[in-house]
């Protein structure tokens, strides 16, 4: 189902931010087989002109998929990317998770909390900063990390930290440690997260020395990976064809295949509702 930006709606939004929005979920849609599948882009896209998910954001949704308005905030509930209030032009998140946390994390959320006086999902007076604890961005090479809007800042202190924070808000340029080779605002962000990008993926370092690091020593000492276990040999010879392909999981029906796994509990014997017995293993 697309959505006509003439037909009538229970948005706030006015006709050409329909239209605008229309077009840029019809091409999300068509990515899908289900257009229904297309809802989460679609959240980023709304996002990305109200800075949250709003009302008219969630409506809108609601709308152009042919689906309800709980639906919708049923999905943008479950997901902390998705704001369900107005976010600061920038967020900035510090990982606080293990080794983060043990390399000085929360000592530099506590700081920036302090100095800018918000705590957890909660932004500036000025609207510049969104501050919010992160579970683990994936760059524990780099501990301790803080990150403006999904761009990396890495080997941070809270002194650092604090600085970057007072850029932001001053509108000066800051470059991240890895990445693009500059800082976009929240809605330009999250309009590249529904799948429209902005040209700069390929800028400035993507893995840095220390992720490079083991990759290195690996190569000087000429370690290389094990090959992968070909499956057990099945009776029919199926497991033997299926390693001869190249395949490293073993193929349907044999051991280690749950396809026909015999039932092993009362759930397992449940038929859904528009299913046949045994239809999950063809």
């Not at 800028?203 to 020593?217: C, D, K």
Request: glycine share 10%; charged share 20%; net charge negative.
């Amino acid at each position: 189902m697309t959505a006509d930006p003439q037909a009538a709606t229970k948005t706030g939004y006015d006709a050409e931010t329909v239209a605008s929005l229309t077009a840029d979920a019809t091409a999300i849609m068509a990515r899908y087989p289900d257009p229904r599948s297309g809802l989460l882009p679609m959240l980023h896209l709304v996002q990305s002109v109200d800075g949250y998910v709003s009302r008219d954001g969630i409506l809108f949704c609601a709308e152009t998929l042919g689906i309800t308005a709980a639906e919708v905030s049923a999905v943008a509930t479950f997901y902390t990317q998705y704001k369900r209030h107005p976010n600061g032009k920038y967020t900035v998140g510090v990982c606080t998770n293990t080794l983060c946390a043990v390399m000085g994390g929360d000592a530099i959320f506590d700081e920036l909390s302090d100095h800018l006086g918000v705590g957890h999902d909660e932004t500036t007076d000025d609207g510049a900063i969104t501050l919010e604890r992160i579970e683990c961005n994936a760059a524990c090479d780099y501990a301790p990390v803080v990150m403006v809007n999904w761009e990396f800042f890495d080997n941070q202190t809270p002194e650092t930290a604090t600085a970057l924070a007072d850029q932001l808000r001053l509108g000066d340029d800051v470059v991240p440690t890895r990445g693009a080779a500059s800082v976009c605002s929240f809605k330009q962000m999250s309009r590249i997260l529904a799948g429209f990008p902005d040209g700069r993926a390929d800028e400035g370092v993507g893995a840095g020395e220390p992720t490079l690091a083991g990759l290195a020593i690996a190569r000087e000492r000429g370690w290389t990976a094990p090959d992968a276990p070909a499956a057990d040999g099945a009776a029919d010879g199926t497991a033997a064809d299926g390693a001869a392909a190249g395949q490293t999981s073993p193929p349907v029906g044999t051991p280690g295949s749950s396809a026909e796994r015999k039932p092993a509990t009362s759930s397992d014997t449940e038929v859904g509702k528009d299913k046949k017995p045994g239809e999950d293993a063809k």
